[in-house]
């Protein structure tokens, strides 16, 4: 009788030392994006060219805090892996800044807040030009100054060097959507026109398998992806969203939509060359492949570049992954 309950006491601490090994191994390990908590920012000041007006303006870079004074081209600092659609251009000689993405004050910190804008400019106080002007926040660096409005896709170094498997993506949002059901399309170089089809703002994470041929062409396979799209106004913050990423071909899986399929838009990379190149994606990689890059972008309008709804707004912050 003494040995059945000593035997009895046995198992039921094996079976509490297991229970316990369960729980620790099923709690989740959470990995914040450096600078994610969007507490520390680079800022730029720029002055513009007399013939559009001259002023100075102020372009914000996530990175560590730092004021930088003058035209100088931007490189991210501080192991900084974001870069924004805030950019300086420079198209024959004359400077031009667009800023949509800002530092906010959040509790006792900081948040990003990305705008759809308007961006105008007066030539001699004269002709005025308007382009739409989403704001993004995204993995990667952009080549500056911009040279043109050609191919804008082309001027983003698009994701950086990743190879692991994370289970989700979380972050703290609140997002207020403009009224209009269709959009503006303006460029600056035409007339304005109307894109039908309501605004929506965008969260997407793609991890890629990418490799480059013998001729600097770079392709990739789709190893996971995630898009989160937003199409109705929050009442205040939403913290600790957790998107899964789902891995393999998930075009028969219930939570897809045509916004997550291959090569749902041309986005580019630098080659070994040193070449920006468009990343052709081909296809969906097999589950249990690895990754060799990632690429997150936050943004304010879904429809690509001089396309969206000006006054959508997103805010982000703790930006994290989930294992």
């Given amino acids: 009788m003494k040995l059945r309950k000593k035997i009895q006491r046995i198992l039921l601490l094996l079976i509490i030392v297991n229970c316990q090994f369960s729980i620790v191994n099923s709690q989740e390990h959470v990995v914040p ?14 002055h513009e060219s007399g013939i559009i007006g001259g002023n100075t303006k102020h372009l914000y870079e996530l990175g560590p805090t730092d004021t930088i004074v003058g035209n100088t081209a931007y490189k991210n600092r501080g192991g900084s892996p974001w870069a924004n ?17 800002f530092p906010e004050e959040r509790g006792d910190g900081w948040c990003a807040r990305l705008e759809t804008r308007m961006e105008s400019v007066k030539v001699f106080g004269l002709v005025d030009i308007e382009v739409v002007a989403a704001g993004s926040l995204f993995l990667g660096s952009v080549h500056e100054p911009i040279k043109g409005t050609k191919n ?56 890629q398998k990418r490799w480059e041929d013998k001729d600097g062409n770079i392709y990739a396979k789709r190893v996971g992806t995630m898009v989160q799209r937003y199409t109705e106004s929050t009442d205040g913050w939403t913290n600790d969203a957790t998107y899964p990423i789902l891995y393999g071909d998930i075009s028969h899986h219930p939570e897809y939509k045509p916004y997550m399929r291959i090569q749902v ?27 060799t890059h990632l690429i997150l972008q936050f943004t304010s309008s879904h429809g690509g570049a001089y396309i969206g709804s000006p006054g959508n707004t997103m805010w982000i912050d703790n930006v994290e992954l989930i294992y």
């Fill in 152 to 207: 804008p896709q082309a001027m983003l170094n698009s994701g950086v060097a990743f190879s692991k498997k994370p289970k989700a993506l979380r972050f703290d949002y609140k997002v207020k959507l403009a009224p209009e059901k269709d959009r503006i399309r303006s460029t600056g170089f035409s007339r304005k026109s109307t894109v039908a089809g309501q605004d929506s703002i965008a969260a997407i994470l793609f991890l």
């Fill in 265 to 291: 838009e041309e986005r580019y990379a630098l080659n070994s060359r040193g070449e920006s190149v468009p990343i052709q994606e081909i296809g969906w990689a097999e589950e249990d492949e690895m990754p």
């Fill in 85 to 101: 659609s805030n950019v300086m251009a420079k198209v024959a000689g004359v400077v031009k800044t667009n800023t949509s993405v």
């Fill in 33 to 46: 994006f450096t600078y994610g908590d969007m507490d520390q920012w680079v800022v730029r000041e720029i």
